[in-house]
Each structure stands twice: as structure tokens, then as C-alpha cells.
T-cell receptor
Framework: EAQVTQNPRYLITVTGKKLTVTCSQN?????MSWYRQDPGLGLRQIYY???????DKGDVPEGYKVSRKEKRNFPLILESPSPNQTSLYFC????????????FGPGTRLTVT | AQSVTQLGSHVSVSEGALVLLRCNYS??????LFWYVQYPNQGLQLLLK??????LVKGINGFEAEFKKSETSFHLTKPSAHMSDAAEYFC????????????FGSGTQLTVLP
């Protein structure tokens, strides 16, 4: 089954404790992206990757890191999480860049206390 | 730069009534337009998209949208609401060759009343 998977689905952590949210897709998509969803703000792009070893900042990259060492994986790293990073995070992938249909993962709800 | 405005963060309709969710966009180049739906505790799922060609686009679950360039709009409609349509709906804009892909609106929560 074609899908985007994220882990964990729920995470509660404390300020400053490094964490990684994994994202994997099995569709051989070139393009992957991370969004955060906050009430009233819709989805805002954090980082995106056009292919292996090619990443770039989205609209709200501060406090986040990403890497793309393999085509299928695109982890999101919070090296020192803060309470304002409490949010719902989505990973998405598409065949390639250029407004093709994006496939979304189920989301990761992160709470930073 | 591109942007999306969804009018009405919450819309309520009765079961069987017309659903109309509004979306206006701003784009300096011909846009690609999308509607996504998000059911509770799930990721986003594509409802329909407009890229080129016919301006009336039909999607899944009986939804359709019409691209109106003169009004810079892409409103989502469904003739008869069903209880299962209750969800959050997002309009998004992009364009061919955009490395940044999509810009999303803030979403409209649709409630369907029995």
C-alpha cells in the first residue's frame, strides 16, 4: 500500500530534550516536506527536500533541522524543543516538485512542556 | 508570492443542504489550485485539483470546484451535504515549477447538522 508513515504519532517531552520525528514514504517520491498545523493558521511549511541531499527552508524553519540521506526518509529534528513548538506535524511527499498531488502522513502531535 | 484566503473558519449546514466553502487566492502566475480534506485524527487527503483545462473540476465524494480567474476564486461545492462530510477543508495554491510547492489557507471546519 502506498503510504507516508510518521513516528511517533504522539509525543510529550520537556523543554530542551532533543527529539526526532521520523517520516518514510514507499512511493519513490523525489519531493518531501514537513508542515506544522496550528489552529487558525492552516499548514505552514517548515522544510522541504527536492531530492537526496537537497533540502531548503520553508516558511517557519527556526528551531528545526532536517536531513535527506535516503530517498524514502526525511526525519525532522528538534535539537532543543521549546513550548512554542507544540503543534501537529505532518510529513508529505509528491512525485516531484511543482504542485503535484501531495500525499500526507497521519500526523505527529507534539507537546513540549 | 502567493496566498490563500478561506472565508469562514466555521461553516454549518443541514444534512441535505448545499455546501459552499469559499476560497480566494493571490498569485502572480497561473495557479494550480487544490482542495484537501482532513478528517479527525487523520492526515490531509486530496479532494480535487485544478491545473489547466476545464475550469469546473469534479472530485471525490461528490464535491466540485470552479476556477474563476476574473474573481481569483476556487470555491468548493456539494449539492447535498452528508453527515460524513463533517471535516476540515483546506484550499491550497501552487504553480508549475514551484520549488516551494503549496501555500495553504487557514482551513474551514464544516459541521453537518442532522
Amino acid at each position: 500500500e502506498a503510504q507516508v508513515t510518521q513516528n511517533p504519532r504522539y509525543l510529550i517531552t520537556v523543554t530542551g530534550k532533543k527529539l526526532t520525528v521520523t517520516c518514510s514514504q514507499n512511493m519513490n517520491h523525489e519531493y518531501m516536506s514537513w508542515y506544522r498545523q496550528d489552529p487558525g493558521l492552516g499548514l505552514r511549511q517548515i522544510y522541504y527536500s527536492m531530492n537526496v541531499e537537497v533540502t531548503d527552508k520553508g516558511d517557519v524553519p527556526e528551531g528545526y533541522k532536517v536531513s535527506r540521506k535516503e530517498k524514502r526518509n526525511f526525519p525532522l529534528i528538534l535539537e532543543s524543543p521549546s513550548p512554542n513548538q507544540t503543534s501537529l506535524y505532518f510529513c508529505a511527499s509528491s512525485f516531484r516538485e511543482g504542485a503535484y498531488e501531495q500525499y500526507f502522513g497521519p500526523g505527529t502531535r507534539l507537546t513540549v512542556t | 508570492a502567493q496566498s490563500v484566503t478561506q472565508l469562514g473558519s466555521h461553516v454549518s449546514v443541514s444534512e441535505g443542504a448545499l455546501v459552499l466553502l469559499r476560497c480566494n487566492y493571490s498569485s502572480s502566475v497561473p495557479p494550480y489550485l487544490f482542495w484537501y480534506v482532513q478528517y479527525p485524527n487523520q492526515g490531509l487527503q486530496l479532494l480535487l485539483k485544478y491545473t489547466t483545462g476545464a475550469t469546473l473540476v469534479k472530485g471525490i465524494n461528490g464535491f466540485e470546484a470552479e476556477f474563476k480567474k476574473s474573481e481569483t476564486s476556487f470555491h468548493l461545492t456539494k449539492p447535498s451535504a452528508h453527515m460524513s462530510d463533517a471535516a476540515e477543508y483546506f484550499c491550497a495554491v501552487g504553480y508549475r515549477g514551484s520549488a516551494r510547492q503549496l501555500t495553504f489557507g487557514s482551513g474551514t471546519q464544516l459541521t453537518v447538522l442532522p
